[in-house]
């Protein structure tokens, strides 16, 4: 039976921690091509830009849809710009959170 070390022990056990806390946390930082993103909005929105910084940080170009120029979406997203549609259901609206965007994309 081969004899180690407490230093070596110790740095054995340390490593394996920070893998199985990597595996944890680590998340995908790109979408997949096939996720389509539409970013409904209008100008002068700060929340929108914000909205629009958090997708791109996660690899995402959304296709930008100004509601006042749509009858239709702006009768249906008035108030609640920015929202965010992600493969056609509305994931989004207001504020766009982190973590959940990771979980769907």
Not at 19 to 46: D, E
């Amino acid at each position: 039976m081969k004899e180690y070390g407490i230093a070596f022990l110790w740095e054995s056990r340390q490593s394996k921690k920070m893998n199985f806390f990597r595996k944890i946390f680590q998340h995908r930082s790109k979408a997949t091509p096939a996720t389509r993103v539409v970013l409904y909005t209008r100008k002068g929105c700060h929340l929108c830009d914000v909205a629009k910084e958090t997708l791109r940080q996660h690899g995402c170009v959304p296709q930008e849809v100004d509601i006042d120029e749509d009858a239709d979406l702006l009768a249906r997203f008035d108030r609640c710009v920015p929202v965010v549609e992600i493969d056609g259901k509305v994931r989004f609206r207001g504020r766009v959170e982190k973590r959940l965007l990771r979980r769907l994309l």
